[in-house]
């Protein structure tokens, strides 16, 4: 404690709570977080802020703190006896060939492939599938311990150049280079400040659009508001400063810009977002001889009203994939002749399923649908006509089906979660799909098995729920059990192989998926049922599942965790000071934990869309009413719980998990621990480096069995 108290004078108040962790031999100290007297005025209430100086991630007491909780947090963790056994299962499961799903441009293939243990998966590239893959980029070599992350890669039209982005640390700020394939040397042009967009080339190869923002004040890059997303136009061989000013709008701050070309070279489609809601208006900006010289984008809709996204741009006519009069999705058709709304085409209507993706290769539709959760795919014809469905392995998840109108194949990856991912070739003609690449790895899959059941929630909605475990599993309430969830921002959660779920698995644990409302399992209605005025249904859905696995015998309270990241750490945090008692662990990650304040920083402001605000009268009683930081009980008796975030995340700022671990450690919430895992040189998730995932999740899982007393052979 005096080495602590040496350390952080400014951070600590000199003294330390000492308390028996439930169940552990360990006693834990915490320090004592100083506290100032910070008062907001929301709508006539005051609302207390004693640890709004956590919110400034630059300062020495900032530092400080976090060097003193991982002080106590490392401990802790180094002392449990199921640490080692964990990152040494965790490391084994993890050593496997991973392949990216390939796709093609210019006469050249390109993927994605890890031997195991790589920080950073390494592009290759090819002449045809038959021929020896070549090394396109390697971002291995671009830092010493990985931090240094790909966000994107985009080859020229000749597949002679390769546009793509890194990231610094995990931050979602991009500086974007050039390749020449051929030498293996970057070209001089350097563009940065560059975030939420990837680069798209006019068909002569000599240059691309991308989006970006002013470069921040001194001091603000990882906290600082992003408003006001400029698209550019960058020709090779020229500064930054020279960049052509595509579309920007001073009125609307809020606006942000995606541009994609399409398949026929004709045109750039720009997609206009506002916030991070699926509404979006969308443009069209003819190219010149496949070059861009200027000109101004043509508006296609910009109400706002629905999701519209481009599939394929062919014989003058454009097809998007809406939700418009169509919650669960539809196919329609746009002459470019008349392209008012009024004369758009219902190509393939909506139907029971969701559609959540589409695209055209090979003169076919390829349209991916969710039925209760698992992935659908359906080949119909130009004129609508159903062709049939691509067979998959089994309930599981499939993505990619990239490509273009032109071509004649297309790959996808197919994964469920006692299964890796394989790769596969797909001919749309035929429906005809061929294995292309298939992982081996340490996981005994065919020892396991996936279930698919439903919840019923509070108001008697239908949840569905994934559980997979090892075969012959006795039902008889005694199994440490792992419920995950994430329920927002129309993002659907789908049954996909993960090593987290497969170590877990091998633990011994039985590993739970659901499909909470917010997400986009069932369309535009199931997402909107968990936002805003009514998120309290993804609480009650989650809960819903905790209870029905508790009531089915699968767990019981003593030996049920749960664990979410981002909008799924809200969820944890919210669920856990609503339910303590339903949990023996629980672990939040980079979660938005101040409802009241998160969209005063970076990019907090577009979840809006999703949550609300606290500057509304009404949307702040509820926000109040579920906000992890304002919600905590003194008294009640909470789980063993592990904040986790990171002090480079710049998508939901660390000053979330700061705020709501000090005022968990200060308030009485029972003997289980209540630590904080700060990575360094880390961000929201993406990007991060193979031995940084290790170690965190390793040591999640390890924090958890240790609070179930879970013995590990």
């Given at each position: 404690m005096k080495l602590l108290t040496r350390t952080v004078p400014a951070v600590l108040a000199g003294t330390f709570a000492l308390l028996a962790t439930a169940g552990h031999s360990q006693t834990l100290s915490y320090p004592q977080t100083r506290k100032v007297d910070q008062v907001d005025i929301y709508h006539g209430q005051r609302i207390a802020d004693p640890y709004r100086w956590l919110e400034d991630d630059n300062s020495a007491d900032t530092k400080a703190w976090v060097q003193a909780q991982n002080a106590v947090t490392e401990r802790f963790l180094a002392a449990m006896p199921q640490r080692a056994p964990v990152r040494k299962l965790y490391t084994e499961?993890?050593?496997?060939?991973?392949?990216?799903?390939?796709?093609?441009?210019?006469?050249?293939?390109?993927?994605?492939?890890?031997?195991?243990?790589?920080?950073?998966?390494?592009?290759?590239?090819a002449t045809s599938l038959t021929a020896t893959p070549t090394v396109a980029l390697d971002p291995n070599t671009l830092s010493k311990d990985g931090t240094v992350a790909l966000t994107g890669t985009v080859p020229s039209p000749d597949g002679k150049l390769?546009?793509?982005?890194?990231a610094m640390g995990g931050s979602d700020w991009q500086r974007w280079q050039v390749r020449d394939l051929a030498t293996g040397q970057d070209l001089p042009d350097r563009i940065e400040w560059v975030k939420f967009s990837r680069a798209a080339w006019t068909p002569d190869s000599k240059g691309f659009f991308y989006a970006r923002y002013d470069a921040p004040k001194p001091g603000e890059a990882l906290t600082g508001a992003n408003f006001f997303q400029k698209l550019y136009y960058h020709r090779l061989g020229t500064p930054q400063s020279e960049d052509l000013l595509v579309m920007e709008n001073k009125a609307e701050k809020q606006w942000g810009f995606g541009a994609q070309v399409a398949d026929d070279g004709s045109a750039v489609l720009i997609n206009v977002w506002r916030g991070s809601g699926r509404r979006n208006g969308l443009m069209l900006l003819p190219l010149q001889k496949g070059t861009y010289a200027g000109g101004t984008p043509v508006p296609l809709t910009m109400d706002f009203d629905a999701e519209?996204?481009?599939?394929?741009?062919?014989?003058?006519?454009?097809?998007?994939?809406?939700?418009?009069?169509?919650p669960r999705g539809r196919l329609v058709a746009v002459d470019l002749a008349r392209p008012a709304p009024a004369q758009w085409r219902t190509v393939v209507p909506e139907g029971a399923d969701a559609m959540t993706a589409a695209s055209g290769v090979a003169g076919r539709f390829l349209l991916q649908y969710l039925r209760h959760a698992s992935t659908v795919v359906r080949v119909f014809d130009p004129a609508g006509k159903d062709l049939g469905e691509v067979a998959l392995p089994g309930v599981g998840t499939a993505r990619g089906f990239?490509?273009?109108?032109?071509?004649?194949?297309?790959?996808?990856?197919?994964?469920?979660l006692n299964s890796p991912g394989e790769i596969y070739r797909l001919e749309p003609a035929s429906r005809q799909a061929s294995l292309f690449k298939k992982p081996s790895t340490a996981f005994p899959s065919d020892e396991f098995v996936t279930e698919r059941h439903f919840v019923t929630?509070?108001?008697?909605?239908?949840?569905?729920?994934f559980?997979?475990?090892?075969?012959?599993?006795?039902?008889?309430?005694?199994?440490?059990?792992?419920?995950?969830?994430?329920?927002?921002?129309?993002?659907?959660?789908?049954?996909?192989?993960?090593?987290?779920?497969?170590t877990w698995m091998r633990m011994g644990g039985v590993y739970v998926l659901a499909s909470l409302r917010g997400g986009g399992e069932y369309g535009a209605a199931w997402h909107e049922a968990g936002t805003k005025l009514k998120k309290q249904n993804v609480f009650d859905d989650f809960i819903a599942a905790a209870e029905w696995l508790i009531a089915n015998k699968y767990t019981q309270p003593a030996k049920l965790a749960i664990n979410g990241g981002s909008n799924g750490g809200l969820l944890v945090g919210a669920v856990v000071n609503q339910r303590p008692e339903l949990f023996g662990a629980a672990v939040p990650a980079v979660g938005v934990m101040d409802m009241l304040r998160f969209h005063k920083f970076t990019i907090g402001w577009a979840w809006i869309s999703d949550y609300g605000s606290a500057d509304d009268a009404q949307q702040f009683g509820a926000l109040r009413a579920y906000s992890p930081l304002h919600t905590l009980r003194a008294g009640a008796s909470y789980p063993a719980i592990l904040v986790t975030t990171a002090d480079r995340d710049d998508r939901v700022v660390p000053a979330h998990s700061f705020k709501y671990t000090a005022a968990l450690q200060a308030v009485d919430t029972g003997p289980a621990p209540k630590l904080i895992r700060i990575e360094?040189?880390?961000?929201?998730?993406?990007?991060?480096?193979?031995?940084?995932?290790?170690?965190?999740?390793?040591?999640?899982?390890?924090?958890?069995?240790?609070?179930?007393?879970?013995?590990?052979?």
């Open positions: 499961l993890f050593n496997f060939e991973k392949f990216g799903v390939p796709f093609k441009e210019g006469g050249r293939y390109f993927w994605t492939r890890n031997d195991g243990l790589q920080q950073q998966d390494v592009v290759y590239t390769l546009a793509y982005g890194v519209y996204v481009p599939v394929t741009l062919a014989d003058n006519t454009l097809y998007l994939r809406t939700n418009k009069d169509a990239g490509g273009r109108w032109r071509d004649s194949e297309t790959f996808f990856s197919y994964a469920s929630s509070r108001d008697g909605t239908r949840v569905p729920v559980i997979a475990h090892r075969k012959g599993l006795k039902l008889d309430g005694s199994h440490p059990t792992l419920l995950y969830a994430y329920g927002g921002f129309n993002v659907p959660q789908t049954p996909s192989y993960g090593v987290t779920a497969a360094t040189q880390a961000g929201h998730g993406a990007g991060k480096p193979t031995s940084k995932i290790i170690e965190e999740r390793s040591d999640m899982l390890a924090f958890i069995a240790h609070s179930l007393g879970m013995t590990l052979r």
